[in-house]
């Protein structure tokens, strides 16, 4: 028996593991490539065997490392060797997609990294759907896209007005700036000189 008194968990905010992740964009990292050493399918290159034996592919495990759905992990298959080419095209187009999403140096490495842990950690955006699995009818996620890292800001608040803000006018360069004319000041009148009344000289009659 175990108290489980001790340990306070809101089952409400835990999500289940097998919760299907709502379509959209996620940006995400492989976390893992290639299958498990121990496995007795999995190859010395890490490619495993499928169960029929037809063919091997490369497993590879995404983790979600942003908003509400980060640390989910998201897993998918590339059927790099196959009897059926187009499974095979559709998983060399795929690759092909996943490293021009981590920005993959193809002048440098045409064929791609020498191992599939050059891929890891390198942040991208999956655009994950939903589907119904072809035997069991039961709905899967799905990677049906890779594209290089995106930011998902907000749209800016429209004006209360309604109409668009008036752009300011372009700065002028100051040696496109045309120099003021010189300003020429009018002369003044001269206010007339009022006449000082001479004093009578001595002698003389006022």
Request: aromatic content about 6%; glycine content about 8%; charged content about 30%.
């Amino acid at each position: 028996m175990a108290i489980f008194g001790n340990n306070r968990i809101d089952f409400n905010e835990v999500q289940a593991t097998g919760e299907l992740l709502p379509a959209g964009m996620y940006q995400a990292i492989i976390v893992e490539s290639g299958g498990n050493p121990e496995d007795d399918r999995t190859g010395e290159d890490g490619l495993v065997s499928c169960k029929n034996g037809k063919g091997r592919y490369l497993p590879m495990t995404f983790e979600i490392i942003e908003g509400e759905h980060k640390g989910r992990k998201i897993y998918k298959n590339f059927n790099l060797e196959n009897p059926n080419e187009m499974a095979v095209r559709i998983a060399q187009s795929e690759l092909k997609e996943l490293l021009q999403a981590i920005c993959w140096d193809f002048s440098a490495k045409p064929y791609g990294p020498d191992d599939t842990t050059e891929m890891h950690m390198i942040p991208m955006t999956l655009q994950i759907t939903i589907r119904k699995d072809k035997n069991s009818d039961e709905e899967r996620n799905e990677i049906k896209h890779f594209k290089p890292k995106q930011s998902f800001g907000t749209a800016p608040a429209p004006t209360t007005t309604g109409k668009p803000a008036t752009p300011a006018a372009p700065a002028v360069p100051p040696w496109q700036r045309k120099a003021d004319p010189p300003k020429t000041e009018t002369p003044k009148a001269e206010a007339p000189k009022a006449e000082t009344p001479k004093a009578p000289a001595e002698g003389e009659k006022k």
